[in-house]
C-alpha cells in the first residue's frame, strides 16, 4: 500500500472516531510504544527503547490532560496516569523492562475495562433507539 495512501487512511480514521474511540486508540498506541521500548532495551538497542518510552508518556501525558475533573474516578485516573510515567521515567534512565511491563500490564486493563465500557454504552444506544 501507498505511504501516502495509509497516511491519509490514519488520519481519516482520527479525525472521524469518537471522544471514545480516540480514548482506546491512545490506549492501544501507548501499549504498542511499551512493547517497542522493552524490544529495544532487551536487544540493547537504547536509542530505539527511549524513543518508543517517550513516545508512551507523551501518550499518557495527554491521557492525562483531557481528564475532566468534575468526576472522581479522573481523580483516580490521574494518580494511575501518574505513577505510569513515574515509572515510564525510570525505565527510561535505568533501561530496565520491569517498570515497563507494571506500564503495560495497568494500560492493558484500563484499555480492556475501556473497551468493554464502548460496548455497553453502544448497546444501551441502540436499545433506546
Keep these: 500500500m ?3 495512501v495509509l497516511n491519509q487512511y490514519k488520519q481519516n480514521t482520527v479525525n472521524t472516531a469518537t471522544p471514545e474511540e480516540l480514548t482506546l486508540m491512545l490506549y492501544k498506541g501507548a501499549i504498542k510504544f511499551i512493547n517497542i521500548g522493552k524490544i529495544g532495551i532487551e536487544n540493547g538497542d537504547t536509542e530505539k527503547a ?3 518510552i517517550i513516545r508512551a508518556q507523551d501518550i499518557i501525558i495527554e491521557l492525562n490532560a483531557s481528564l475532566n ?3 472522581d474516578i479522573s481523580k483516580e485516573l490521574r494518580n494511575i496516569y501518574e505513577f ?3 515509572r515510564l521515567v525510570d525505565a527510561n ?11 503495560l500490564e495497568l494500560l492493558t486493563e484500563l ?3 475501556w473497551k468493554e465500557a464502548m460496548q455497553k454504552i ?3 444506544r441502540y436499545a433506546n433507539k
Excluded: F, G, P, R
Excluded at 534512565?93 to 506500564?103: G, N
Design 2 to 4: 501507498n505511504h501516502n
Design 69 to 71: 475533573m468534575d468526576y
Design 50 to 52: 527511549h524513543e518508543a
Design 93 to 103: 534512565i535505568q533501561k530496565e523492562t520491569k517498570s515497563l511491563e507494571e506500564v
Design 84 to 86: 505510569m510515567i513515574d
Design 111 to 113: 484499555k480492556d475495562t
Design 122 to 124: 453502544k448497546k444501551v
